[in-house]
């Protein structure tokens, strides 16, 4: 358990973050606290990367098992470079194509990161986020920032700060809230230590998108359960769960559940909200930014099912959300 503390709230302008509230964040962290802040895709959990006794107090907020790894947060190139002790041709395009932005990349660690953050393995993940608080805040503490997404482990990201009250309050120091995330799922998860990459994690930076800079490995099934974690620990089908069940079918099938709907809640396609489905945007774009907050929405009831009508055609970055929403509804109960 850990101890019961006062989570400080903070806001800050989301294009144009102010540098003196931002601050105080910068030095709780210096100081190995724990402050949630806002990326493009979810609210990462933050702490030194460097120190192992506030990489600790991420897994004890969120529970999570020491054996799955942190993403390290970067605001330069060169920062990434030192955490590597090899940087690959293909991180560097990478890399030169994608950062800042959704993309994480996987590769052979240096020292500097304690073995605790990266779960004894002899790789790092590291990003470097499109958003402008992250990247401000980064260079204030000036120094690469641990980051989890920040919900209790297996629970659902969260897009908002009000999730992330909601799922760590009374368990980390501060949260930032510069408003909702833009782009809505976590990133994308590409493994550069052998040739060619892999994607260990879809996002919305997509396989065609990625395949224009470097070779990629065909696709295969990297789902595992806990046991054995390989090749991505976190990967398992626990993750990015509400608490209802999630049913994901056709959009005939949707429509026949529609009318039968005791004890049931619907997420749709479409533009407008009416009757009782809850609607997501048609375009991946839109429905990925708004994936989550309609989950926590549904987190929140005590509905016991939620029926997903079938987004999409699970190519380019619709993938990135059909990963999400399997998982989701393949959750072992
Ligand atoms: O968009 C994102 O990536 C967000 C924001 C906050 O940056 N972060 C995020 O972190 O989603 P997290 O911890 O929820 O997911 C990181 C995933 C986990 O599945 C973890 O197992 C995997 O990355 N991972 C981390 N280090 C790894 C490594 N060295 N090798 C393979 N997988 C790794
Ligand atoms: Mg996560």
Redesign the pocket.
């Known amino acids: 358990m850990t101890e019961k503390k006062k989570t400080k709230v903070i806001r800050v302008n989301v294009d144009e973050p102010e540098l003196e509230i931002l601050e105080e964040a910068a030095r709780v962290l210096r100081e190995g606290g724990l402050v949630a802040f806002p990326?493009e895709?979810?609210?990462?959990l933050g702490a030194l990367a460097e120190s192992e006794r506030a990489v600790e107090k991420i897994f004890a907020a969120k529970n999570r098992p020491a054996t799955?790894?942190?993403?390290v947060?970067v605001a330069t190139l060169e920062e990434a470079k030192t955490l590597a002790s090899h940087w690959p041709q293909a991180a560097e395009e990478l890399a030169g194509a994608f950062w800042p932005g959704?993309l994480?990349l996987?590769v052979k660690k240096s020292d500097r990161i304690p073995a605790a953050a990266?779960a004894g393995?002899d790789?790092?993940?590291i990003?470097m986020?499109a958003h402008p608080v992250a990247l401000a805040l980064i260079e204030l503490v000036g120094a690469p920032l641990a980051?989890?997404?920040a919900n209790p482990y297996t629970r659902v990201?969260p897009t908002t700060a009000e999730h992330v009250m909601r799922g760590l309050g009374g368990r980390i120091d501060m949260i930032i809230d510069a408003g909702p995330t833009s782009s809505g799922v976590?990133?994308a998860?590409v493994?550069v230590v052998e040739n060619p990459a892999e994607i260990?994690?879809p996002g919305m930076i997509d396989r065609q998108r990625l395949s224009g800079i470097v070779e990629l490995a065909s696709i295969r099934e990297i789902v595992v359960e806990d046991s054995r974690p390989r090749?991505?620990?976190?990967?398992s089908r626990n993750h990015y769960s509400p608490r209802p069940r999630v049913r994901l079918v056709e959009r005939e099938e949707f429509l026949a559940l529609l009318d039968s709907g005791e004890g049931r809640e619907f997420i749709g396609v479409g533009e407008e909200d009416e009757g009782k489905v809850y609607h997501l945007p048609p375009d991946p774009c839109g429905y990925a930014r708004g994936l989550y907050k309609a989950f926590h929405h549904f987190d929140r009831s005590d509905v016991e099912e939620i029926i997903v009508e079938k987004p999409g055609d699970d190519s380019g970055a619709w993938t990135a959300i059909f990963d999400r929403l399997r998982r989701a509804s393949s959750k072992s109960r």
């Open positions: 990326t895709t979810v609210y990462g799955n790894p942190l993403i947060h959704p994480t996987v990266c393995l790789t790092v993940a990003r986020p980051a989890p997404s990201s976590e990133s998860l493994t260990l994690r090749p991505s620990p976190g990967l």
